[in-house]
């Protein structure tokens, strides 16, 4: 079935350290990938998508691109600020008829000043 | 445009009280999700709607959990009788079918039975 990985966490980083988040995905056909993020306090909200293969999905300085020949979607950023302390969550589309996402077991990033 | 609005924010309940839980999703949006999260089993979905029909509830945890989503603009998440392991915080999120799928998250309902 569709499952994602993500890596383990949580990780700490300096304000404008880079900032990669690896997530491994399986599944049958080619679904759309999203991250989300989950300040603290808050529910999840979309941070970026990408629907086809070589998409790069965008948002608040922060990348990722769909790589179907190593089934990944690295989240990127190149230099993070305190703001981004949250958890982050790697998400499969769905494929076929259902309408769920499955998501990753999320990973939290704390940044310091 | 507003987002899924849940109620309420925060629930204290005694065990063995029944608890409700409310969702409004986005207007125009035909699928609908509830999620429980905890720090012990991170995010898991326990049901979800297309058309306001229960299609997937292999995520109840157990009888004392049932869902209804009686129209379009809103559904509930009833426990009863609550025990204390039910303490966590539960998500509504809706989406449109088709498309990308993406997901549209309420700000929770932190839920406490003592």
């Known amino acids: 079935g569709n499952s994602v990985t993500q890596m383990e966490g949580p990780v700490t980083l300096s304000e404008e350290a880079f900032l990669t988040i690896n997530c491994t995905y399986t599944a049958t056909g080619y679904p759309s990938l999203f991250w989300y993020v989950q300040y603290p306090g808050e529910g999840l909200q979309l941070l970026l998508k990408?629907?086809?293969?070589?998409d790069k999905g965008s948002n608040k300085g922060f990348e990722a691109t769909y790589r179907k020949e190593t089934t990944s979607f690295h989240l990127e950023k190149g230099s993070v600020q305190v703001s981004d302390s949250a958890v982050y969550f790697c998400a499969l589309g769905p494929i076929g008829a259902n309408s769920k996402l499955t998501f990753g077991k999320g990973i939290t990033l704390s940044v310091r000043p | 445009d507003a987002g899924v609005i849940q109620s309420p924010r925060h629930e204290v309940t005694e065990m063995g009280q029944e608890v409700t839980l409310r969702c409004k999703p986005i207007s125009g949006h035909n699928s609908l999700f509830w999620y429980r999260q905890t720090m012990m089993r991170g995010l898991e979905l326990l049901i979800y709607f297309n058309n306001n029909v229960p299609i997937d509830d292999s995520g109840m945890p157990e009888d004392r959990f049932s869902a209804k989503m009686p129209n379009a603009s809103f559904s509930t998440l009833k426990i009863q009788p609550s025990e204390p392991r039910d303490s966590a915080v539960y998500f509504c999120a809706s989406s449109r079918q088709g498309g990308s799928y993406e997901q549209y998250f309420g700000p929770g309902t932190r839920l406490t039975v003592t």
């Open positions: 990408a629907t086809k293969a070589d």
